[in-house]
């Protein structure tokens, strides 16, 4: 038993932080809303020269053989600094499911090839306009359509930094993959949606701490009264208590059974409930200023929106843990039970 | 990150499990707060269990433990309460003091104390509160003052007036906070340890909202007491105070296991009610607060494992303690008052002895006890203060 990351892991983190933040700054995320564009190719390009877009492939595929658990630390500094490029779902969702399906694929070959993924459970798909192609479920079954085999239909999304499609495609022209393990491919996507929780969740504190050192009414920084300081400490409470929940079920994914999904669905729901605690106390914090587009809190705001609905509602969520909770043994000494081991 | 038991981990907790199979009493004890005898049928229980070395796992075997580390210690927590064994009376003395004295203490010092301390045989109580000085502990009053006894020992003499000192009413020890005569604030602080029972000690109980004498105020009128007594440096009492603090709101004072088994009963709860009881069966709110509390009981525990991981690779307990202070006192009410939803129209009946020696949790009284965690070891308020000051660097 040992709850810790290993160096080479908070290495890699450390690593991250710094290039995410160097490549992806406000300044970044204005120029583009000003262009209207939520893609960036450089920025993208270096992701891949990076190894980014390959960390989860395996090896014997030119990938990095590295597993959720990394990933999921690289989703949460991309939700640091809201990344608009599709980096978990792609390299951490479509690109693993490819690979598994067919591993010779020639778009596995590219680092930078964006696959988009659309389960059943998603009524819209994200980033398809980037994508080369889709990997659609239906009927249990798992097709791959080329991008210009489809017709994408904007659906408009109050994320300045996210673009979302309706998808319109036939089986005919698509390539029928057989049965994929779609369970596999939610419950990646929601941890590493609840791994970007933690890092919206972050930058909206530490944002607004920034602003509270900084303002000063009645003549003092607005940092020192204490209500404005306890809207931050509690969120950082519910950060600090939404961690844990997200490492453990990245580093249990793997079992895929009723406790291993709980805990994917337990992290997800924290973690975003964290990020939109923290984005609606840094909006408070930052007083008129936070309700304006100049100040960027509103994008971890609306990029938390979208995470808590996608991969899952909370609803959903809520039931798989209610389904661990009522049917499976509870207590103190089941903290990390598997299915196995109550057989 | 491997979230797995080691062989040997699972292997001790087989064999806490299979000793506490035999060994926990099997009617529950009276309280040990309720009344004298309650109290010394826990310091039996704490005797049945140093003799099965039990005592305090995680100190070494010279005093009265078996050297474990911290997540056998967990282990070992996660066993006592799916057990159901009694409340440890003396966890002054082994969840706080005990690690204060195994970081702070002479050698001399940890022989004296530790080994009854694990035995159960002298039972201690925290003394640092004062009527004009609770979340502002630097405004204490009490004062030690040196001297020399009849043989020219070095010895202080001990006066002032706490409070709130729980198990004061029924403990053997104190240690408490006092400073020199004259000084101001942190400074001049040091932490002393006197009997309860020693003259110019005046104990009075206090009755909690429970009814129960769990804690007292203390009198110390010229108290005389060895400088063998003084943990740590003179003056470095605060210093050694705040150590103590991260303990206790940072690992100890709640393990984990107190919360997932009280979720765990919560669940059974809540699943008879959802099938007998019309009203508590229609309403999904309470569903979604019975889930709340399984997942905010797993999310301490795992924050727990991550903390006790983190000290045995080396690292040390800092502000981030006063997260987990709010974390469990919040979640603690959370659960409780979920239960006592469930309850419905029975919520405000005291529980019959017979329902409670059948193992029927004391939701009411259990409910009652969670209304203090916001309060002591430190106020929520304060630690969100710590937290903003000390974590997020936000100004005083
Ligand atoms: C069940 C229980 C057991 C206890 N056991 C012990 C024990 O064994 N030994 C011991 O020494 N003490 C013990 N205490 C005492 C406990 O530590 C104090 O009650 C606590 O520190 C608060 O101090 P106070 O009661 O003087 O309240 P006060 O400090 O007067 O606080 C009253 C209210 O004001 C708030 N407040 C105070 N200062 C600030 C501030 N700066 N910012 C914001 N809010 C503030 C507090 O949060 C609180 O809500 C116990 C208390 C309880 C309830």
């Known amino acids: ?343 | 990150m491997d979230l797995n038991y080691t062989p040997q981990q699972n292997a001790f907790r087989a064999e806490v499990r299979s000793w506490l199979e035999a060994n926990v009493p099997k009617q529950p004890l009276e309280h040990y707060d309720a009344t004298r005898e309650g109290f010394e049928a826990h310091r039996q229980w704490e005797a049945t269990l140093k003799s099965g070395d039990w005592g305090m796992v995680t100190w070494p075997k010279e005093y009265g433990g078996r050297g474990v580390d911290l997540i056998q210690w967990l282990i070992f927590e996660e066993e006592y309460y799916r057990a159901g064994a009694p409340g440890r009376v003396n966890q002054n003395g082994i969840f706080l003091l005990g690690p204060t004295l195994m970081e702070f203490g002479t050698h001399e010092q940890k022989q004296r104390f530790l080994p009854p301390m694990a035995a159960g045989e002298e039972i201690w109580a925290q003394a640092w509160s004062e009527p004009q000085a609770g979340s502002d502990l630097a405004g204490i009053r009490a004062t030690a003052q040196r001297a020399k006894n009849a043989n020219g020992d070095d010895e202080y003499v001990l006066n002032g007036h706490k409070i709130w000192s729980s198990r004061g009413a029924f403990a053997d020890w104190a240690f408490g906070l006092f400073r020199e005569p004259g000084s101001e604030r942190h400074k001049g602080t040091s932490l002393i340890f006197f009997r309860l029972d020693q003259p110019g000690v005046t104990r009075n109980p206090i009755r909690k909202i429970n009814g129960h004498p769990g804690f007292a105020e203390i009198f110390l009128e010229d108290v005389r007491v060895p400088a063998f007594n003084r943990l740590g440096d003179e003056g470095q009492g605060w210093h050694i105070c705040m150590a103590t603090a991260g303990f206790e709101r940072g690992l100890m004072l709640r393990s984990p296991a107190r919360y997932q088994a009280a979720a765990a009963k919560l669940a059974a709860l809540w699943q008879a009610r959802k099938v007998n009881s019309r009203d508590a069966g229609a309403d999904p709110v309470l569903e979604a607060d019975v889930i709340r509390a399984f997942m905010n009981a797993e999310a301490y525990a795992l924050s727990i494992y991550q903390t006790a991981s983190r000290l045995i690779a080396g690292a040390k307990i800092g502000p981030e303690a006063s997260t987990n202070k709010i974390f469990w006192s919040e979640l603690d009410i959370h659960l409780h008052r979920t239960a006592l939803a469930i309850l419905g129209e029975e919520a405000e009946l005291l529980p019959s002895a017979a329902r409670l020696a059948a193992g029927d949790p004391d939701w009411l009284d259990d409910y009652i006890f969670s209304l203090a965690g916001p309060i002591y070891a430190g106020s929520n308020e304060i630690q969100r203060n710590i937290i903003a000051e000390r974590m997020l660097g936000l100004p005083r």
């Open chain 1, 1 to 343: 038993m040992d709850f810790t990351l290993s160096d080479e892991q908070l290495m890699f983190a450390d690593t991250t932080r710094t290039l995410l933040g160097d490549t992806c700054t406000p300044e970044h995320w204005r120029k583009m809303m000003e262009q209207d564009v939520a893609f960036d190719a450089a920025r993208w390009a270096t992701l891949a020269e990076n190894g980014f877009t390959v960390l989860m492939l395996p090896e014997n595929a030119g990938g990095l053989g590295l597993a959720e658990l990394d990933m999921a630390l690289i989703a949460v500094e991309a939700g640091y600094v809201a990344l608009p490029e599709p980096l978990t779902e792609s390299a951490g969702v479509a690109m693993p499911m490819l690979a598994a399906l067919a591993p010779d694929h020639s778009l596995l070959a590219d680092p930078k090839a964006i696959v988009a993924i659309a389960p059943a459970i998603n009524p819209v798909v994200a980033y398809a306009d980037q994508a080369a192609a889709i990997l659609i479920e239906r009927g249990g079954r798992t097709f791959l359509a080329q991008r210009e085999d489809v017709t994408l239909v904007a659906a408009p999304t109050i994320d300045p930094l996210r673009r979302v499609f309706r998808l319109e495609w036939e089986s005919t022209r698509a390539e029928d993959l057989g049965p994929a393990d779609w369970g596999l491919a939610q419950d990646r996507a929601a941890l590493f949606a609840a791994a970007q929780g933690l890092g919206l969740a972050q930058r909206s504190v530490d944002l607004a701490v920034a602003y509270a050192k900084e303002r000063t009414q009645f003549g003092k920084p607005i940092g020192s009264y204490q209500a404005v300081k306890h809207h931050l400490s509690s969120a950082q409470v519910a950060i600090e208590f939404a961690r844990p929940v997200v490492l453990a079920a990245a580093a249990g994914i793997g079992a895929q059974d009723t406790y291993s999904r709980a805990r994917v669905s337990h992290a997800k729901l924290v973690a975003l409930e964290a990020a939109d605690q923290a984005a609606r106390a840094a909006i408070q914090v930052h007083g008129g200023m936070g309700y304006s587009w100049e100040v960027d809190v509103h994008l971890f705001l609306k990029r938390t929106l979208a995470l808590t609905g996608a991969w899952g509602t909370p609803a959903h969520h809520r039931g798989r843990v209610a389904a661990r909770l009522l049917s499976r043994p509870t207590g103190p000494d089941q903290t990390f039970a598997r299915e196995a081991a109550n057989a």
